[in-house]
């Protein structure tokens, strides 16, 4: 199965700075990659994905991720972020099947 | 559509005592799946349907856990007995039938066991 590691537990920024949160997962073979946003008290909402083609995947809110599968990573990238981007974002993996394993996730702080 | 359904929002229980999770899929939608969030474990699968049929249960964390999806539109994780470790935020989503189709997440049902 997919393990996903998420390097960064917690990312402080300052509003309008940009923001790299980092994802690595664990296999060489075909994989679906997930970016997802939790929101304080909500359920988790999807914000990009990568299945094939180009290796560089927006989203929603001008977020945007980058497919390096050498370095068997997905990291997740913001140019200027806001305050309302303040919270939890997991990345996730699925190769077979249909569950997706999630990282541990990484809580993003924009403060002014 | 609504969206994924889940009820109770909050349930707050003593060890010993029969839980019962309860979700609606988003209409037309082939998968359901029920998740666990901790602290320290981070969002775990537990067990997914797909057309009413339990799939891979793999997760799920002992026989106190049970679930079951009697119809496309409804299904139920129990919890008998709980204990304090099973606290937690219980999410369920639901998607369609392909691998690459976006799983939706209900709001989750936060299970506080004392």
New interface residues.
Partial sequence: AQSVTQLDSQVPVFEEAPVELRCNYSSSVSV?L?W?VQYP??????LL?Y?SGSTLVKGINGFEAEFNKSQTSFHLRKPSVHISDTAEY?CAA?SS?????????TSLLVTP | DAG?IQSPRHEVTEMGQEVTLRCKPISGHD?L?WYRQTMMR????LI?F?NNVP??DSGMPEDRFSAKMPNASFSTLKIQPSEPRDSAVY?C?S?LGT??D??F????TRLTVL
């Fill in positions: 679906y997930f997802y008290n909500q359920g988790l909402q999807l994905k299945l997991f699925r099947g249909y569950a997706l394993n999630f990282g541990k996730g | 994924v998968y799946f981070g969002l775990e699968l997914y797909n799939i891979d999410f989503a998607s691998g690459w976006e799983q997440f209900g709001p989750g």
